[in-house]
Nanobody
Framework: QVQLVESGGGLVQAGDSLRLSCVAS????????MGWFRQAPGKEREFVAA????????SYANSVKGRFTISRDNAKNTVYLQMNSLKPEDTAVYYC????????????????????WGQGTQVTVSS
């Protein structure tokens, strides 16, 4: 059974940084692309960033490009999201997810391509 556990969220001020972590188990982690999504109150879950199996290819939402960095450590079955220059509009619950396509050669922005999700970690950015 696949399990994803996120951590690293919290309450910060605008301009601060946070690093989220997501530890995966139950699937050969290095065979799959991974993604981060977020959901603010009253809004749909939206794509934030994704990374291919080896970490050499990444994709970002325009709203976070240049501020957020996704990375992974396959030896630790962990994917990270480094978030810098945080803004109040980044406030949301952040979820990591596993791309269901074996091979993981290309990261995808499409939520329907992800089949396992973590429980989420809250990020709150005050102005």
């Amino acid at each position: 059974q696949v399990q994803l556990v996120e951590s690293g969220g919290g309450l910060v001020q605008a301009g601060d940084s946070l690093r989220l972590s997501c530890v995966a188990s139950g699937r050969t982690f290095s065979n799959y692309a991974m993604g981060w999504f977020r959901q603010a109150p009253g809004k749909e879950r939206e794509f934030v960033a994704a990374i291919n199996w080896g970490g050499g290819t990444t994709s970002y939402a325009n709203s976070v490009k240049g501020r957020f960095t996704i990375s992974r450590d396959n030896a630790k079955n962990t994917v990270y999201l480094q978030m810098n220059s945080l803004k109040p509009e980044d406030t949301a619950v952040y979820y990591c997810a596993v791309d269901k396509r074996w091979g993981g050669s290309s990261p995808t922005v499409h939520i329907y391509e992800y089949d396992y999700w973590g429980q989420g970690t809250q990020v709150t950015v005050s102005s």
